[in-house]
């Protein structure tokens, strides 16, 4: 494969990029800054993206800084003018053995030359485990998706020989390029690019940033993720917040917001997925090592964090207490000891033994641990949540759900559900579980769903938002976000759901839960169950109309300002705060 010459000054670069797509490996980090940058996204104290998986520059204040120190912004300047926004950012990790396919960016990835991307490598940098480019490609005017479709094959089918030969149809000079890159370098493409990336170390993870960036008045959509292969789409109804890094951002081409605070902010989770390669890093000094995944709110709860812990053998992660939130605990590997005591100073908790696919729900403030019993280290993986609370009479105590308790799934049916939970908790109008076992090519269509969904894989490979996860993995979905599921691998794949259904779907489910008879007294004479149902479901709905129409009237009065240019940024910003934090204005 080709390799590019390294440029040795900032002026070099543009030409070089017109000509070829991409810049040779930069640095841009200091080994510290890579370190102390993964470090602070493993300490669980990093903001969660915002609105979507490459909204983390709008979220945390330390990524931002990052994507804007100036040598970066000089280079952009060059390539893409004085008027720059950043759009995206995200932390990268590639598992050992694994490729992302060749693809070209569906949000930057029109024939315009209007977007940049800068990746950066954080951690186990190397040529094997970096990007592969072909090179001169973002001039063809077509992506890699609608080449391929044309001759019949789908994402992850070509090889690169196939890939190469389609690209010299367009340039004879087009060659695959895999540029020798380490730690705290960055590479510097066309948001057109062909493009692929490999982990083929045996072992080591890699770790790496993505900064993606755009002209000042050229508009970014978020990619349905449910149409990877071509004809690919944009959701047109749905902006991301971008942050003008240099020069004037556009307001009316974008959803401008200021950039994040010292400190960073906390921002809705949208939706996660990730596989969990084990064994975790372990730390024998201590009684267990957290690795925190995500936290934050999201559009149904105030607050949802979820961690994987490694507990030492003999030991406990602390004494039983009990605080605000709620939990469920799901052993991933080992086996545990699970202790819920009546008080912090009960002398004898009652204790459970788990194995590993066992969980636990523990309600708010009742006093509850686990011990590590066995001679290895126990993986477990923890959610916890508060909200409002609830006017509930009888919320759910604690309650334990031991797989092997079940009966066999049923290997005659493509998908099979067990259902093991079904209640309301102090801060959930319901808390439902099942258990889904999914045969080797089955898989169902994506939706969203009107409550926040955690799924915890536990046996097989599945696809789902685009991702391919092996067991152990964690996929969490907040309300209304599309989802699907298929199973890519060739055992049946075993996976536990959890449907978390917040405080505005009590309503509803309380007269769900309603003792079911033809009718139920009231003031006026007999009103039947179904019509109470459709009286709540009817004043939700003309809620959200009146919802939907204060929106359009903002977005009009904001069209009609004679002073929009001039006032845009702060407006956009103040609509923000609106639309994400305040939950003044709903989406229609």
């Not at 040529?127 to 789908?154: K, P, Y």
């Not at 090519?441 to 991702?467: K, M």
Request: net charge negative; aromatic share 6%; charged share 20%.
């Amino acid at each position: 494969m080709a390799e590019l010459a390294v440029f040795s000054e900032a002026n070099d670069l543009p030409g070089d990029f017109s000509r070829d797509g991409l810049s040779a490996p930069f640095g841009l980090l200091t080994d510290a800054q890579c370190k102390l940058t993964l470090d602070f996204a493993q300490s669980g104290s990093m903001a969660t993206p915002v609105v979507w998986g490459k909204g983390l520059a709008v979220a945390e204040r330390f990524i931002f800084d990052i994507a804007t120190r100036p040598m970066l912004i000089n280079l952009l300047n060059d390539i893409l003018g004085e008027d720059i926004i950043l759009w995206g950012a995200c932390l990268i990790g590639r598992r050992p053995g694994t490729a992302k396919p060749w693809h070209c960016d569906i949000e930057s990835a029109s024939p315009q030359s209007n977007f940049a991307s800068v990746w950066v490598g954080l951690e186990n940098t190397e040529r094997a485990s970096g990007m592969t480019f072909i090179r001169r490609s973002h001039r063809f005017g077509r992506t890699i998706q609608e080449v391929q479709s044309d001759h019949g094959l789908g994402r992850g089918e070509p090889d690169d020989e196939m890939v190469l030969a389609w690209a010299q149809e367009f340039d004879a000079e087009s060659e695959i390029v895999r540029p020798d890159v380490g730690d705290g370098q960055a590479i510097l493409c066309d948001g057109r690019i062909w493009h692929g990336s490999q982990n083929e170390l045996a072992q080591a993870d890699r770790t790496s940033l993505l900064l993606q960036y755009a002209r000042g008045d050229a508009s970014v959509y978020m990619p349905d993720l449910t149409r990877l292969e071509w004809p690919t789409r944009l959701i047109v109804d749905q902006r991301p917040p971008v942050i003008g890094v240099s020069g004037y951002a556009d307001p009316e081409a974008n959803l401008v917001v200021p950039a994040p605070m010292p400190g960073g902010t906390t921002m809705p989770i949208t939706t996660f997925a990730q596989s969990l390669s084990l064994p975790l890093e372990r730390d024998p000094e201590a009684s267990h090592k957290p690795h925190y995944l995500f936290r934050g709110p999201t559009v149904t709860l105030q607050h949802m964090s979820c961690h994987v812990s490694v507990l030492e053998p003999g030991r406990s992660p602390h004494a039983p207490m009990g605080h605000i939130n709620e939990e469920l605990l799901i052993v991933l590997d080992g086996e545990a000891e699970i202790e819920i005591a009546s008080s912090p100073d009960n002398p004898d908790p009652e204790k459970t033994h788990f194995l590993a696919g066992d969980f636990v729900y523990h309600p708010a403030i009742l006093p509850h641990t686990l011990r590590n019993v066995g001679d290895e280290p126990v993986t477990y993986l923890m959610l916890k949540w508060r909200s409002e609370p609830l006017e509930i009479d009888d919320p759910l105590g604690s309650t334990l759900v031991r797989l092997a308790e079940l009966p066999g799934r049923d290997d005659t049916k493509p998908m099979s559900t067990q259902a093991v939970l079904s209640e309301p908790t102090a801060f959930l109008a319901e808390l439902h579980s099942h258990v889904t076992d999914l045969q080797p090519g089955a898989s169902y269509p994506p939706h969203g769903d009107d409550y926040d969904v955690a799924i915890v894989l536990l046996q097989g490979q599945i696809e789902t938002v685009g991702e391919q996860l092996t067991a152990p993995a964690i996929a969490y979905f907040a309300r209304d976000q599309l989802h699907g599921m298929e199973n890519v691998g060739d055992i049946p794949a075993r996976y536990v759901v959890f449907e978390l259904h917040g405080p505005e779907l009590a309503t509803r489910h309380a007269l769900r839960h309603q003792p079911r008879s033809l009718g139920v007294d009231t003031a006026d004479g007999k009103v039947s169950v179904l019509q109470l149902q459709q009286d709540a479901l009817s004043a939700e709905n003309d809620r959200l109309k009146a919802d939907a129409a204060k929106m359009r009237a903002h977005v009009q009065w904001m069209r009609n300002s004679r002073s929009w240019r001039y006032t845009g940024p702060i407006r956009s910003a103040l609509f923000f705060v609106r639309t994400h934090l305040l939950g003044l204005e709903r989406s229609s």
